[in-house]
């Protein structure tokens, strides 16, 4: 069957009369989009922070490997009913129980205290760590705390007299920048600066110091008792069936029910999901006041569009009467209305984009590190623009479809 | 060219426009007005008809229904043959896009588009493409005199070149008729003088149908006939022979 009204428009002609209509009102375009602009800029340096901090989360994780299990004494948080109040203690005994325990590889513990330090006439308090004297257990913390030397070397296990300082300490802590070869003083022994870690963002490291375990031990009188266990596992696709075993066995030996521990089984997978529940639980939040800032800027898309069918009430008369279609005025306006949300979705990427690489090259000055990345895949740009064309033309879509019913003579009257 | 024969010939051509019995009314409050009580009117090819008519004569209504901007509340119009009272607004539109072309008092522009833009403006209508519009806007441009205004803004032209630039916009699509509402009403003499010049130009040598619509019996003088409007009724027409 022949068509015979072939007069279909094409989108790309009412272009050109879209955007002119906007260019004409400059002011009035713009104040309409930043509803728009604020909502879209906010969703895109959101997720791009997001993402990318979940992203390097991920990848610290990954670098930890899937193959540890962390053990600490449960916080006060945690809440136990135990006599001396507060949270329990891990100790030797402990670290052997786990090393006992089937799937278990190595395990190692870390006992850690604030040391006052001291280098010329200041004093300074920091973080103190032991190193552990058998090198395989040295080598599994080595690995759980990725951590790097920048200057000199690393202690070896076993060493005595020697330090290993954070960059914070070396080169902010004190008046003087603590060089390798410096001596430093511990809890008023001496010590000698053998290596400066390289800086990784954590104030633990950044502002810790690293001695022999024995030495920290016999410092702060503490035979016994470590912060963390750190448990290498022999197959990774074990890793939940391992930690459930030390847990029961913990449990165990202290003769707790489930439910009670004063100590906590925790597995990089759990510790990612942990953050990622958290980062969620953010990201909806703020994602919802974005959403509302897209509502508010889409109503206002709506009420300018209004206010330009009526204004140009006339005009739309005119077209009528040269042939224009409801259809015709309808397609303009709806157009017009998604070109706005465009505009406002291709700003608000750019603020976005800016407010991301903002957060990213401050967070690299405040804490040394590249940890955070902003993350920026072509599916949220390409995504956004879609989403706030979207909102444009659904805006539209009454204000478009009073123009395109208003009757032409009646619009042609109309001054 | 024209003898008197040829104007028997031409009253017994089929109308392209004809309004049988046509009544408008209108509702105001509770009082109905009656713009057109019964008008019979037909307007045929190639001819240049001029309705005149005082204000409140019902001339603008019958222009808005001649023009398929509106529909009779009863009575029939036929456009080549075929009734048009009571279609939709859509096809109206088709059929003002294609057949009619208008040409306002208040020349009706589109203020922010250029002269070229404004007489491309219908064929956007049409889906027509860009090459073809371009060129047949610059083409009708030319013929008004305007190729040197071409980029201007409604507001860079004078009323006379604005009227030129809505008659060209006019004929872009070719129309069968077209119908110019008291086309000189905002021009001063001298202008409007030549704005008539360039439609009977139009009627004679492009064989274009003009209808004129106005209340002013100077310009009425210039068509081949003319027909009175008063009450919504015709009560006179005027045959003019022709001079040539």
Redesign the interface.
């Known amino acids: 069957m022949h068509c015979e009204n072939k007069t279909m428009i094409k989108i790309k002609d009412l272009f050109g009369i879209a955007t002119k209509n906007l260019k004409h009102r400059k002011k009035r375009t713009l104040l309409t989009i930043l509803g728009i602009i604020i909502g879209i800029s906010a969703v895109v340096a959101l997720i791009s922070i997001g993402q990318g901090m979940s992203h390097s989360i991920n990848n610290e994780m990954e670098k930890i490997g899937t193959d540890k299990i962390f053990i600490q004494p449960k916080s006060a948080t945690g809440m136990t009913m135990s006599a001396e109040g507060g949270a329990g203690t891990i100790g030797k005994k402990d670290l052997n129980l786990v090393k006992k325990t089937a799937g278990v590889k190595e395990a190692t513990g870390i006992y850690s205290h604030m040391a006052q330090i001291g280098f010329g006439k200041e004093l300074q308090t920091v973080y103190s760590f032991g190193y552990p004297k058998k090198q395989s257990e040295a080598s599994l913390m080595d690995e759980v705390h990725t951590w790097k030397i920048e200057e000199g070397r690393m202690l070896k296990p076993g060493e005595k007299g020697k330090v290993i300082i954070g960059t914070d300490i070396a080169e902010k802590l004190f008046e003087k920048d603590i060089q390798v070869g410096n001596k430093i003083n511990i809890e008023d022994q001496v010590f000698k600066v053998i290596g400066i870690f390289k800086k990784v963002g954590d104030p633990g490291l950044d502002k810790g110091i690293l001695i022999s375990e024995k030495e920290i031990r016999e410092l702060y009188d503490e035979p016994d008792l470590f912060t963390y266990l750190y448990v290498e596992i022999t197959s990774n696709k074990e890793l939940e069936l391992t930690a459930d075993r030390i847990e029961r066995k913990m449990r165990k030996d202290r003769g707790l029910k489930e439910g009670q521990e004063d100590f906590s089984v925790q597995t990089p997978l759990e510790m990612m999901e942990i953050f990622n529940n958290i980062l969620a639980i953010v990201s909806i939040i703020l994602i919802g006041i974005a959403a509302i800032s897209l509502l508010v800027g889409g109503i206002g898309i709506m009420n300018t569009m209004y206010t330009s069918v009526l204004q140009r009430t006339h005009e739309i008369g005119i077209m009528k009467a040269i042939g224009a279609k409801n259809s015709g005025i309808m397609k303009l306006f709806l157009l017009e209305s998604g070109i706005l949300g465009l505009v406002g979705g291709a700003l608000g990427v750019l603020i976005g984009f800016l407010i991301s690489k903002g957060v990213e090259i401050s967070a690299a000055q405040a804490m040394g590190t590249d940890m955070l990345k902003a993350f920026f895949p072509w599916y949220l740009i390409v995504g956004a623009l879609l989403f706030s064309f979207i909102v444009g033309t659904l805006s539209g879509l009454l204000p478009a479809r009073r123009a395109s019913k208003l009757k032409p003579v009646d619009a042609l009257r109309y001054e | 060219m024209f003898r008197i024969g040829d104007l028997k010939q031409m009253t017994k051509k089929k109308p392209i426009i004809k309004l049988e019995n046509v009544w408008k009314t209108y509702k105001v409050g509770e009082t109905l007005i009656h713009a057109l009580r019964g008008l019979d009117l037909e307007v045929y090819k190639d001819e240049f008809l001029a309705v005149q008519g005082p204000s409140g004569s019902g001339k603008s209504t019958a222009m808005?229904l001649i023009?398929c901007?509106?529909i009779p509340t009863k009575g029939k119009i036929h456009l080549d043959g075929k009734n048009i009272a009571r279609l939709h607004?859509?096809d109206l539109?088709?059929i003002?896009?294609?057949k009619i072309g208008?040409i306002?008092q208040q020349f009706?522009?589109?203020n922010?588009?250029t002269a070229l833009?404004n007489v491309m403006?219908?064929l956007?209508?049409?889906?027509v493409p860009?090459t073809t519009r371009m060129k047949k806007a610059t083409e009708m441009l030319k013929k008004v005199g305007l190729g040197d205004r071409m980029n201007h803004t409604p507001a860079q032209l004078s009323g006379g070149q604005q009227q030129r630039v809505a008659i060209a916009?006019?004929l872009i699509?070719d129309p069968e008729v077209i119908l110019a509402d008291e086309p000189t009403g905002n021009l001063d003499s001298k202008t409007g003088k030549e704005i008539m010049d360039l439609l009977k130009d139009l009627n004679k040598k492009e064989k274009k149908t003009v209808v004129l619509v106005t209340h002013d019996n100077h310009l009425a003088k210039m068509a081949e006939r003319t027909v009175f409007l008063k009450d919504g009724k015709i009560t006179k027409e005027q045959k003019k022979r022709l001079k040539k």
Request: proline share 3%; no cysteine.
């Open positions: 808005n023009g901007l509106d607004e859509s539109a088709q003002r896009g294609k208008f306002f009706n522009l589109l922010t588009l833009e403006l219908p956007i209508f049409q889906g860009l916009r006019s699509v």
